[in-house]
């Protein structure tokens, strides 16, 4: 939130941001002049595809909530996405096209830490020899390899989490011979559909899109931003008790289908911002501050300042 805030709320960052647009965005063609309501001239999307059954009921409602105060207090125009337009079906694809796409990146950019060039500098003899040895016993290198080969495998051992080798490994497969095709080619349309079904909403693609056969005079249905939940569940509970874990575990599998809500966006790389939003209609105060929910705001590429803009709203 720190980090957020300075981001959007100094004049230095905003005016380095809107400085270097690679191309001017469509300015809004509404004829609102109500200077006390900075939003006048926005129009927010409320896609449908996002309302996901999964959605607790409380995200929900601070997600309405959070599109009625834009609307009531900063001015903005809510603008509902349907489902021809950016479709649920591309939305729930891209969770597993995302994953599919980050562990085969991970495997190659990863590939590189061997403990020669990068990575931990491991001798062999010293790991042979150190006391807890039994607590990586099960992945000593195995017999038959050669002493590269052991090498790497200690210096990944030691140098990468349980996370992170579980994406290598995940990563290895989907890019070996017999997968590449029906896995990772897959997953490369699924984001380039994603991405074209999201662009096509936004008004500032309009001049883009001549040869898509979409009819550009017509901007009624398209907005300049996008509001939508950052995540399909609350944050982590800190709890001092557990130490120097001071967040409780969540299960990798219920993680990973809690990306749902942000995946699309980082597939078509479209700028976003997540923002933290408190139901003011709960009546208990202590349920408000507890059940505080990440919404993120995101846009056209290069219309940051928009998106920078509505958060700050």
């Known amino acids: 939130r720190d980090a957020t805030s300075r981001v959007y709320h ?4 905003y005016r380095l941001l809107t400085s270097q647009q690679p191309q001017k965005q469509q300015e809004p063609t509404t004829t609102t002049t109500d200077t006390t309501k900075p939003l006048a001239n926005v129009r927010i999307g409320i896609p449908s595809a996002f309302s996901l059954h999964e959605t607790p009921p409380l995200i929900a409602n601070a997600w309405s909530s959070a599109a009625n105060t834009l609307q009531n207090i900063a001015g903005a125009t809510l603008v509902p996405i349907s489902e021809s337009v950016v479709s649920s079906e591309w939305i729930k694809l891209s969770c597993a096209a995302y994953y599919v796409l980050a562990c085969a990146e991970a495997s190659s950019n990863l590939s590189r830490y061997d403990g020669v060039r990068f990575g ?3 001798d062999l003899n010293e790991f042979a020899n150190i006391d ?3 607590e990586y016993k099960e992945y000593l290198p195995l017999s038959g390899m050669t002493a590269l080969e052991e090498k790497i495998s200690t210096t990944r051992v030691l140098g990468f989490g349980d996370e992170v080798q579980r994406r290598v490994l995940a990563g290895t497969s989907v890019l070996s011979s017999d997968r590449f095709h029906t896995h990772y080619e897959a997953a490369a349309v699924v984001r380039a559909k994603v991405s074209q079904s999201i662009e ?18 017509n901007n009624d249905d398209r907005v300049d931003v996008m509001l939508v939940p950052t995540a399909l569940s609350f944050p982590c509970t ?3 008790q557990l130490g120097d874990r001071m967040m409780e575990d969540m299960d990798p599998t219920a993680a990973f289908g809690n990306d749902v809500m942000t ?14 939003f408190s139901n003011n209609d709960e009546d208990n105060s202590e349920l408000r501050a507890k059940h505080v929910v990440g919404l993120q705001v995101f846009g056209m590429r290069g219309s940051e300042d928009i998106v920078l803009q509505v958060a700050d709203a």
Not at 10 to 13: A, E, L, N, P, V
Not at 268 to 275: A, D, M, N, T
């Open 10 to 13: 100094d004049d230095r960052y």
């Open 120 to 122: 931990l500098d491991v």
């Open 132 to 134: 807890n040895l039994q």
């Open 200 to 217: 096509r909403a936004f008004r500032s693609s309009a001049s883009m899109n001549n040869n898509s056969g979409v009819d550009d005079d």
């Open 238 to 240: 800190i709890n001092p």
């Open 263 to 276: 995946i699309p966006i980082s597939l078509g790389g479209f700028p976003s911002i997540s923002v933290p």
